[in-house]
């Protein structure tokens, strides 16, 4: 996954910032971040071509927030088992 910029102005050398901010809006990007993180398989697959569609940003950012949820009630579980 390349560097995602997320503060500041969104200009890079190959991309218009437009694209830069959809791709982080889409939450395609931001899946792939948190699929580094923790890569434990999920039971929902990101919707990759959003094609500026509302409900499947919806889903994908509610697949986010789902797999961030997890992510950090397991790690409280291990801190606690510990």
């Known amino acids: 996954c390349p560097p995602v910029k997320t503060f500041g102005a969104l200009e890079s050398g190959d991309e218009d910032s437009l694209g830069v901010f959809m791709d982080l809006v889409d939450g395609v990007v931001l899946n792939k971040i ?9 039971n929902q697959r990101v919707n990759k071509h959003v094609n500026n569609d509302t409900y499947l940003r919806v889903q994908n950012l509610t697949i986010l927030v789902r ?10 579980l291990l801190i606690h088992l510990w």
């Open 67 to 76: 797999n961030i949820k997890t992510y950090y009630q397991v790690r409280v």
């Open 34 to 42: 948190m699929l580094q993180i923790d890569p434990r398989p999920t």
